[in-house]
C-alpha cells in the first residue's frame, strides 16, 4: 500500500516556476514509476511525466516537453516535478500517481490528492 501527498502548487505569473512534490508513505515506493497528471473541470485527466522506480527512464507530454522536469529521490521517497516558463494554459490540479510508466492514467493504481496550479496572464 503506498499513500501519496501532493504539495507544491499556487498562483505565479505567466513564466513563473514552480516545484511540485508528492510524498509517498510506504515501503514499496521504489517498486512504482510514478507519473504527474493533470486535470481542469470539463476535461479528460492529461498525461503531463512519468519516470520509471530507479529514475532511469523520464517521459513527457509534449505540451510541457522543455519546460518540466520530473525527477525522484527515493531515500525520501518523494518525486518532484520543476514547472518553468508556464503558461496561462497550465492551469489545472495537478495529482500525482504510483503504477506503471505509462501516460494512460488508468496504469496507475494510487493516487494523491491534487494540488491546485493557477498561472495568471
Known amino acids: 500500500q503506498v499513500q501519496l501527498v501532493g504539495s507544491g502548487g499556487g498562483l505565479v505569473q505567466a513564466g513563473g516556476s514552480l516545484r511540485l512534490s508528492c510524498a509517498a508513505s510506504g515501503r514499496t515506493f521504489t517498486s512504482y514509476s510514478m507519473g504527474w497528471f493533470r486535470q481542469t473541470p470539463g476535461k479528460e485527466r492529461e498525461f503531463v511525466a512519468a519516470?520509471?522506480?530507479?529514475?532511469?527512464?523520464?517521459y513527457y507530454a509534449a505540451s510541457m516537453k522543455g519546460r518540466i522536469i520530473i525527477y525522484r529521490d527515493n531515500a525520501k521517497n518523494t518525486v518532484y516535478m520543476q514547472m518553468n516558463s508556464l503558461k496561462h494554459e497550465d492551469t489545472a490540479v495537478y495529482s500525482c500517481a504510483g503504477g506503471s510508466a505509462s501516460t494512460n492514467w488508468n496504469d496507475y493504481r494510487y493516487w494523491g490528492q491534487g494540488t491546485q496550479v493557477t498561472v495568471s496572464s
Open positions: 519516470i520509471t522506480s530507479t529514475g532511469g527512464s523520464t
